[in-house]
């Protein structure tokens, strides 16, 4: 459709890797305007851990509109909300022995991280945020500067204050605790780096090209920022709400954060929704302080109530995906090992997985293979060298399978030349029963 190209801006980017129209998805799959199906391994950047358009959630949802629910009410008191607050804090704080009072923000990530570092510099007077290379946080101004990615910092226009960049776990390989360094520079008045209000963290960095912390490394982090007064801040927006097994990606790790963000797949089916978890005595906020028109979305509110309700009400759900993560790091390293050219590696944690191909040129080219086979997957990471795997958490294990079987053919394919598309093969003007015989498998 010329539409795009003619007056939709150039900013365009996870558009440029599908350039496909789609207009209809379904748990794991996506469709196009012509009616070829796509396995979905993007899953909204891990918005999408239940699915696409889940039934259970959109048959609450339609109820929910057809009965005239609230819609938009500022942050009013609704009978939505107030209903996902209490089943989330009787099914997932409580058993989790968690303490949190909830702030609705603006309903985007980066709304979700600018509140939390607002919050731990009014509650200590102190400007500067550790944060850490490779970390993601979002792209408006305050999160940015807590964002490594130098193509995204670049575009802010203004110079990005109030942060400091600390080595993240294994950036100075696998026998360096960074802790260590950023202990002894807290230490030191004159190390340069300003005593900080909070320092922020993903467990797991998802844009950052899926480097996983130890639990080790994150319960030295805690232990540094409680030896000088500093707040945990744990970004949880993509390792949070089960894509590393657990509810919570810290929930194994013995450490309870000062504050947390979620936002990406809190809301469940899609829908824009984020929010930031404090512990009680820190909720230092003066009534309107910080405000915004859509702090809270009812639909959202509605749809995470089910997901919560239909997902996490055992521990049915957890263990499977960590079955299927295991799976996927299996077969990762198995693909590694015989198509990797010595250097591949596999990383992850639950379904954050990935593909290390050190080059990103390289894994580029697996995903245009991947996506001529009928995968939507797309790479991460400073170069854009690793392959991300994201797929919905409710993925049926033969399409995790196949998703996984078209990988494995695309690195070969890139890899070691082995050809398993034919020559001719121009999947853009193919006939669609090409493609639906992959993701199909019939
Ligand atoms: C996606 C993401 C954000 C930003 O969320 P937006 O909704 O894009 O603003 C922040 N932190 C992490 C860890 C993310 O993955």
């Known amino acids: 459709m010329k539409i795009f190209e003619e007056i939709e801006s150039e900013v365009q980017s996870y558009a440029r890797s599908f350039p496909r129209v789609f207009n209809k998805a379904q748990g794991e799959f996506l469709y196009d305007d012509e009616g070829h199906q796509y396995l979905d391994f993007l899953a909204g950047a891990g918005t999408l851990n239940y699915g696409h358009n889940n039934p259970v959630f959109k048959e609450k949802l339609l109820e929910y509109i057809h009965d005239d629910g609230i819609t938009h009410g500022l942050d009013l008191h609704t009978k939505a909300k107030g209903e996902f607050l209490e089943t989330f804090n009787e099914k997932i704080l409580k058993p989790r022995s968690l303490e949190y009072v909830m702030q609705f923000t603006g309903p985007t990530g980066t709304n979700a991280v600018e509140a939390a570092l607002k919050l731990a510099r009014n509650i200590t007077g102190r400007e500067n945020v550790i944060s850490f290379t490779n970390g993601f946080h979002g792209v408006s101004l305050g999160s940015l500067a807590t964002t490594g990615n130098s193509h995204h910092r670049g575009a802010a226009g203004v110079s990005l204050n109030g942060s400091s960049r600390m080595p993240y776990d294994g950036y100075l390989g696998d026998d360096i605790d960074t802790t260590a360094y950023l202990d002894k520079v807290l230490s030191d008045s004159s190390s340069g780096i300003d005593h900080p209000a909070a320092v922020i963290v993903e467990t797991v960095q998802g844009e950052g090209g899926i480097n996983v912390a130890s639990f080790e490394w994150l319960r030295n982090l805690d232990t540094v920022c409680k030896k000088y007064g500093v707040l945990l801040i744990v970004d949880d927006i993509q390792a949070g709400c089960g894509r590393t097994g657990t509810y919570f990606s810290f929930e194994e790790v013995g450490i309870t954060p000062d504050i947390v963000t979620l936002s990406k797949s809190l809301g469940g089916y899609g829908l824009p929704f984020a929010v930031v978890l404090i512990r009680p005595e820190l909720d230092q906020w003066k009534p309107g302080e910080h405000n915004g028109t859509f702090r809270g979305n009812n639909f959202a509110f509605v749809t995470a109530k089910a ?117 001719e093969y121009d999947y853009f003007e193919s006939d669609s029963s090409d493609l639906k015989a992959v993701s199909n498998g019939s």
């Open 307 to 423: 997901a919560i309700d239909h997902y996490w009400s055992d521990d049915k759900f957890s263990n499977d995906v960590k079955r299927k993560g295991e799976y996927i790091s299996t077969r990762l390293q198995a693909i590694v090992d015989k198509y990797g050219e010595g250097n591949f590696t596999t990383r992850g944690r639950g379904m954050f997985q990935g593909i290390n191909c050190v080059n990103g040129e390289i894994a580029g080219k697996i995903s245009r293979t991947a996506f001529k086979l009928g995968l939507m997957i797309e790479t991460s990471g400073a170069d854009d060298h690793v392959v991300k795997f994201l797929c919905p958490l409710i993925i049926r294990d033969e399409n995790l399978k196949k998703g996984i079987d078209i990988v494995e053919a695309a690195v070969k394919e890139v890899c070691a030349g082995e050809k398993t598309i034919p020559e």
